[in-house]
Nanobody, 118 residues
Framework: QVQLVESGGGLVPAGGSLRLSCVAS????????MGWFRQAPGKEREFVGA???????YYTDSVKGRFTIFRDNSKNTVYLQMNSLKPEDTAVYYC????????????WGQGTQVIVSS
């Protein structure tokens, strides 16, 4: 059974940093896309960024230059490094594993809460 477990969330002041981790078990996702999404209170889940199976990364405009996604395939883990955090980054962050190199996300973690205080 595929399982994704996020960790690393918490409370951080504006301008601070956090690193989220997502460990996948049950199968390897080497060569598949791994993405990060977030859902703020009262809002729909939105895409944050992804690391494709090719190794390329891309991000939504609001986090470009502040967030970085990288992965360690030997550990079946993907990370989201978040710097210069803003209160509007407050959300539950979810990692997702794709069934293809470019996306098709079909496995989701339970989420980890990030709160950025002003």
């Amino acid at each position: 059974q595929v399982q994704l477990v996020e960790s690393g969330g918490g409370l951080v002041p504006a301008g601070g940093s956090l690193r989220l981790s997502c460990v996948a078990s049950g199968r390897t996702f080497r060569g598949n896309a791994m993405g990060w999404f977030r859902q703020a209170p009262g809002k729909e889940r939105e895409f944050v960024g992804a690391n494709r199976g090719t190794g390329s990364t891309y991000y939504t405009d609001s986090v470009k230059g502040r967030f970085t996604i990288f992965r360690d395939n030997s550990k079946n883990t993907v990370y989201l490094q978040m710097n210069s955090l803003k209160p509007e980054d407050t959300a539950v962050y979810y990692c997702a594993a794709g069934s293809s190199w470019y996306g098709d996300y079909d496995n989701w973690g339970q989420g980890t809460q990030v709160i950025v205080s002003s």
